[in-house]
T-cell receptor, first 119, second 115 residues
Framework: AQKVTQAQTEISVVEKEDVTLDCVYE???????LFWYKQPPSGELVFLIR??????QNEISGRYSWNFQKSTSSFNFTITASQVVDSAVYFC????FGAGGTSYGKLTFGQGTILTVHP | DTGVSQDPRHKITKRGQNVTFRCDPI?????LYWYRQTLGQGPEFLTY????????KSRLLSDRFSAERPKGSFSTLEIQRTEQGDSAMYLC?????????????FGPGTRLTVL
């Protein structure tokens, strides 16, 4: 069964600090995808990034970057120069191969990391 | 392009009553998912549809829960004989699945409180 662990329950930083959110996953699939979502106080889950397992190249997109390492089953997410608007709950998620085995479907989420950015 | 919408946004009901939630996916998205989220937890999968077909149901979905997606457009989630343990945020997501995997886009959720 898929499993996602976000060991950091809460992180508090001051604006402009860099912050890294950890995610460790378990899967028996040989190829898979990983996602990060953000849930601001309004409650709506917002898609941030998606990576596939056959591409371990780390990337940067604006203030966001991610570090994917298959050897340690980790998919960490970094926000550079954090801002107050980054305050939210961040979820790492792993899709499961759906019933019938034809495609990925449901997402398994971690418990989330509450990020608070203070001015 | 409008996002996923859900109605109502909040629902307060008494134990034993039936409730129904509606989800309108992003136009032309062929997949629609339902999740449940309780306080301090990540969302948990309930069920999903590809077009009209319900492809998978979680064991969390007891026989008091039923979901439909007639004509492959909007979906409804009904809970019969609600219990206090059903209090949660019910999230809907839609995606355009074409190959291998999809990116799910979520609606604002329906918060259910069972008194």
């Amino acid at each position: 069964a898929q499993k996602v662990t976000q060991a950091q329950t809460e992180i508090s930083v001051v604006e402009k600090e860099d912050v890294t959110l950890d995610c460790v996953y378990e899967t028996r699939d040989t190829t898979y995808y990983l996602f990060w979502y953000k849930q601001p106080p309004s409650g709506e889950l917002v898609f941030l990034i998606r990576r596939n397992s056959f591409d371990e190249q780390n990337e940067i997109s604006g203030r966001y970057s991610w570090n994917f390492q298959k050897s340690t089953s980790s998919f960490n997410f970094t926000i550079t120069a954090s801002q107050v608007v980054d305050s939210a709950v961040y979820f790492c998620a792993l899709p499961s191969f759906g019933a019938g085995g034809t495609s990925y479907g449901k997402l398994t989420f971690g418990q989330g990391t509450i990020l608070t950015v203070h001015p | 392009d409008t996002g996923v919408s859900q109605d109502p946004r909040h629902k307060i009901t008494k134990r034993g009553q039936n409730v129904t939630f509606r989800c309108d996916p992003i136009s032309e998205h062929n997949r629609l998912y339902w999740y449940r989220q309780t306080l301090g937890q990540g969302p948990e999968f309930l069920t999903y549809f590809q077009n009209e077909a319900q492809l998978e149901k979680s064991r969390l979905l007891s026989d008091r829960f039923s979901a439909e997606r007639p004509k492959g457009s909007f979906s409804t989630l009904e809970i019969q004989r609600t219990e206090q343990g059903d209090s949660a945020m019910y999230l809907c997501a839609s995606s355009s699945w074409m190959w291998a995997t999809d990116t799910q886009y979520f609606g604002p959720g329906t918060r259910l409180t069972v008194l």
